[in-house]
């Protein structure tokens, strides 16, 4: 796996659980407006869950997903910040993090640091070059 990519796995893990708390909150926002059907004349207890029901499962489903993913972020986030702590150089090591632990665009990181984009995209490079990727 190249560097790049795998200092990039967290900031993907990142907007898959994003893009799933989203789905959550529509979900929850959504599962109001379900109602059982009311009827007069009870019905014989039937196998299929109610719509209520159907919800309530997938947001616990969903719920149950997101707090396995912000696991899996959180081993990800330490196993990547041990790798740039190997680089060995405060500057490199800043601006890994910030790209890669706090997803910071370049012209955060740039400003922070108070050096030209220019200057970040160069010593970006010079950061790769010095991270050793774990095997796995």
């Known amino acids: 796996m190249k560097t790049k990519e795998y200092l990039s796995q967290a900031w993907y893990l990142d907007k898959r659980i994003k893009t799933k708390e989203r789905q959550l909150d529509w979900l929850r926002s959504h599962a109001v407006y379900v109602s059982p059907k ?3 004349v009870p019905k014989a207890p039937s196998i299929r869950r109610s719509p209520v029901e159907e919800a309530v499962v997938r947001i616990t489903e969903l719920e149950n997903e997101i ?27 800043t ?18 640091l108070n050096y030209s984009q220019d200057y970040i995209y160069h010593l970006h490079r010079k950061a790769l ?3 050793r990727v774990p095997s796995i």
Do not use: P
């Open 38 to 40: 009311l009827t007069e």
């Open 67 to 93: 707090n396995t993913s912000i696991a899996q972020l959180m081993r990800l986030k330490t196993e990547i910040a041990e790798a740039i702590r190997s680089v060995n150089s405060m500057e490199c090591e």
């Open 95 to 112: 601006l890994l993090e910030m790209r890669y632990i706090t997803f910071l665009g370049w012209d955060q990181i740039a400003a922070q």
């Open 129 to 131: 070059a010095l991270v």
